[in-house]
């Protein structure tokens, strides 16, 4: 018996118990809850390594949840929703989701993401024993002990994913990265069905950090090809 537990919230109970019953097969220890507010509440008094998230729920929405849980923990966290636009899924990443499935789903595919999920966010905790220097240009700061992100001393919030790509491509300046190596690299999974994933993190990622504002980009765009820390 696999030693992991995930929180599936969802208030359509039909598909609850479809996704219990799949990820404990694979002996995953299952918790269902049917509102937002009880998953915060449960999250804040158990441990739960990845969690299913839908968005439209009672009492608080997915996003509402997810926004909350991200001030505390850095679990993976999969939405699972009948939401299906580009804006929708675009908006679950930038919020701090790892992953958007669409309802209708594959069972056997969501299996295959949560495995992905949790070997990516195992390794990403292994790394984080070994001890790494800071990463410093000009007035940009990169932690990856803490994690943390600072720009001429003011500190930078980023989602998880966000910070992988940035640290990704600033350990290693000059180098180009194509768009299905950062996403391999980062998610830890295969490149299929990604769709603008990448760049709407990159997107974000730039804004962050005031590109804008800046004369010299920090992530340079290499046309046909990917992406490259200039720093």
């Keep these: 018996m696999k030693d992991i537990s995930i929180l599936i919230a969802d208030d359509e109970e039909e598909i609850a118990d479809l996704i219990a019953f799949h990820l404990e097969k694979e002996g995953y ?7 937002g507010q009880e998953a915060v509440r449960v999250i804040e008094n158990q441990v739960f390594d990845l969690l299913i ?3 439209m729920m009672p009492k608080m929405n997915g996003y509402e949840v997810t926004h909350r849980i991200r001030e ?4 993976p966290i999969i939405f699972l929703s009948a939401k299906t636009s580009d804006f929708d899924k675009v908006q679950g990443l930038i919020i701090g989701a790892d ?14 993401r ?18 790494k220097s800071n990463l410093e240009f000009g007035g940009l700061v990169i932690s990856p002990e803490q994690r943390a992100v600072t720009l001429y001393g003011e500190y930078i919030e980023l989602t998880p994913k ?4 940035l640290y990704l491509l600033a350990s290693h300046p000059k180098k180009v990265y194509s768009v299905e190596n950062i996403f391999q690299q980062v ?3 295969a490149y299929f069905e990604s769709g603008n994933t990448v760049m709407v993190h990159i997107r974000t990622l730039r804004k962050k950090l005031k590109e804008d504002q800046q004369k010299n980009k920090l992530i340079k765009t290499v046309w046909g090809i990917g992406y490259t820390f200039n720093g």
């Design 29 to 35: 220890h299952i918790m269902k809850v049917s509102d």
């Design 53 to 55: 998230l839908d968005i």
């Design 72 to 75: 505390q923990h850095n679990m």
């Design 99 to 112: 992953d958007y499935m669409t309802k209708p789903f594959s069972p056997i595919e969501l299996v295959a």
């Design 114 to 131: 949560v495995n992905a999920q949790l070997r990516r966010f195992t390794t990403l905790n292994q790394a984080k024993n070994e001890k």
């Design 162 to 165: 966000e910070f992988d790509i």
């Design 187 to 189: 998610w830890g999974e």
